[in-house]
């Protein structure tokens, strides 16, 4: 099957480590994925996120790039789209804030004077139900457990590499899993059958053309 890529699989992350997520491992090519890794230890280029979205707003008027702000109950991340991704933005226009959303989008990192700062390019943007959000959490939590145990163990390269750069504090990280489980409504881990199937049809991946911005020009202003 000669002319197809392979996408990447979207990891379920929370904003608080992916926020910390600020080294990106060199392309070998201008073809190759582009790869973030996180302070518990994986490389990640795309994402799965669900979580409320605040703000949207076009960053310049007339620029067709719009800013996006949202949360989930660790933090928020930021995210850009455009007309780069029709498909998100056509479902932007059509999303009120504050609404309940799941994003598939690749992970960008960006410089601004000495900071380093993470968002999310949205190749697919939808409203969900809250029940699809706490399904989310409830899996992203128990995702974020086994990195925690894979970080204690120290076995595989991205891990030691992520304590060589990070040297996360793993308690701190299991707080945050123990806050995100507290948003939960009760049952929620019992009753996931029918917001697992939804949530499967979210984690299909989509075909995308990519613009690659400087954000860092933009953002200074």
């Not at 073809?31 to 703000?55: E, H, M």
């Not at 086994?146 to 040297?167: F, H, S, T």
């Not at 019992?190 to 053309?209: L, R």
Request: glycine content about 4%.
């Amino acid at each position: 099957m000669n002319g197809i890529r392979r996408r990447e699989v979207a990891r379920r992350v929370f904003a608080y480590e992916l926020n910390r997520s600020t080294y990106r491992f060199p392309r070998e090519d201008e073809k190759s994925p582009t790869y973030v890794l996180t302070p518990l230890g994986i490389r990640v280029n795309r994402v799965f996120f669900v979580g409320a979205l605040l703000d949207k707003e076009e960053i310049k008027p007339d620029s067709g790039i719009w800013r996006i702000r949202v949360s989930d109950p660790t933090s928020a991340v930021y995210g850009y789209v455009g007309r780069f991704q029709p498909d998100a933005l056509e479902s932007l226009m059509e999303i009120d804030v504050p609404e309940m959303v799941a994003i598939v989008g690749k992970v960008r990192t960006f410089e601004v004077g000495a900071r380093i700062f993470v968002s999310i390019r949205p190749e697919y943007i939808a409203p969900v139900e809250s029940e699809v959000r706490d399904y989310w959490v409830y899996e992203t939590a128990k995702h974020t457990i086994e990195r925690i145990k894979a970080m204690e163990r120290k076995e595989d390269e991205d891990v030691k590499l992520a304590w060589q750069i990070y040297n996360p504090n793993l308690n701190e990280y299991r707080a945050v899993v123990k806050q995100a489980l507290m948003t939960l409504k009760e049952g929620v881990v019992a009753e996931g059958e029918e917001e697992e199937e939804e949530i499967k049809e979210f984690e299909e991946e989509f075909e995308f053309e990519e613009e690659e911005w400087d954000l860092s020009d933009i953002l200074k202003e």
